[in-house]
């Protein structure tokens, strides 16, 4: 199966992994020297089977955006309470709708203290119309939930699994595990502590996309986990030139972990997996 990332721009992506679209943190606000502008209009988008919104900041959730590419498309949104939320009370422009509560799904799982991150799972058919979220049982590390298709597999977008890490940077903060058939990713958000996830929780990754916060101990993170690519996130216009001057990294870290594996792109620009 065939993948393609797409950097948006910041820390939004479009994983186009067999059928299944997948946007992260894709519908966002521009901080000049912080966050760069999106590559991807809201209105440019005609497919998408899943939305995932890792916290509310401006710089990488627009409910506004989200809702109206959720309601063309008819994907499914996965955030945590405050991004949901927002979803459902927002009052929408005029002959717009809010989303129904089918497509949204809530995943926050409790904040730990210490010890490793606690996480909530959801398991999702992905497709143009389907039925509410089931709740299919609960653990300490969170719970499990079915999403039932209207569609037949061949017309949907696929399925996923998503697990939700309760990560360490603005309350109700998500890092998400992403599984589809054939690809496996993580996506970090803006964690700054990466040492309280639970590498051995992760399993092999085609794709890590990971911000590299200082103090965050992303280096060892990314040689523990050791994935198939690893994508630098959240960089400015001037960090990719700094980067391709060859001076941003060696600045940043001692050395830099699996360099033969890391993808660097600017927002626009994509990578094909075979």
């Known amino acids: ?18 059928p299944a679209r997948i946007l992260i ?31 509310a900041h401006w710089d990488h959730f627009q409910a506004t955006e989200v809702a109206d590419v959720a309601n063309r498309t008819g994907a499914t949104v ?15 422009p005029e002959r717009s709708r809010g989303l129904p509560a089918e497509k949204l799904v809530k995943l926050e799982p409790v904040s730990a203290r ?4 606690l996480s909530e799972k959801a ?6 119309r ?22 037949s597999p061949r017309e949907r977008g696929g399925t996923a ?3 939700a890490f309760r990560t360490f940077h603005a309350m109700g903060h998500n890092s998400y595990l992403v599984e589809t058939p054939g690809f496996r990713f993580f996506h970090d958000g803006d964690n700054e502590d990466t040492r309280r996830i639970d590498a051995s929780a992760l399993g092999r990754l085609d794709a890590l996309l990971i911000g590299p916060w200082q103090g965050s101990g992303w280096v060892e993170f990314i ?14 216009e001037e960090e990719l030139d700094q980067h391709e001057a060859g001076a941003f990294l060696p600045d940043l870290c001692g050395h830099v972990p699996l360099p033969d594996r890391l993808v660097v792109l600017r927002p626009g620009q994509s990578f094909a997996f075979d």
């Open 223 to 236: 040689e523990k986990l050791s994935p198939a690519r690893w994508f630098l996130m959240h960089l400015s």
């Open 114 to 117: 210490q010890g490793f991150a």
């Open 78 to 92: 996965v955030g945590p309470a405050a991004v949901v939320n927002e979803l459902r009370r927002k009052a929408w």
């Open 25 to 55: 943190d894709a519908f966002y606000g521009a901080i000049p020297g912080l966050a760069s502008a999106s590559a991807l209009s809201a209105h440019s988008i005609e497919k998408a089977d899943l939305i995932l919104v890792t916290h």
């Open 1 to 18: 199966m065939s993948t393609r990332v797409t950097l948006i721009g910041n820390e939004g992506f479009l994983i186009e992994a067999g």
């Open 123 to 128: 398991h999702l058919s992905l497709g143009e």
């Open 130 to 151: 389907s039925s509410a979220v089931r709740r299919t049982g609960e653990g300490a590390s969170g719970a499990s939930g079915t999403l039932t298709p209207a569609l």
């Open 161 to 163: 699994t998503v697990t």
